[in-house]
């Protein structure tokens, strides 16, 4: 038998594939991309899913791109 248990939900989240984020010394990094330069900058991860997602809390707003 399969069994989905839900253990947390939210609504209205930026949410970013989990390999779009880099990990060094247990902070979070995208690459952001800005009028074509691209820069490394620290973002702040909430819950990561079984599903590949990861929630976004700052560091990034709607709309922004990133490279990955």
């Given amino acids: 038998a399969n069994v989905n248990v839900k253990t947390s939900i939210k609504d209205d989240v930026l949410i970013l594939p989990s390999y779009a984020l880099t990990k060094r010394d247990g ?32 560091g990034l707003s709607e709309g922004d791109q990133v490279a990955y």
């Fill in 27 to 58: 902070k979070y990094y995208v690459t952001k991309i800005v009028g074509g330069k691209e820069s490394e900058i620290e973002v702040e991860v909430g819950l990561i899913g079984v599903d590949g997602n990861a929630e976004l809390i700052s």
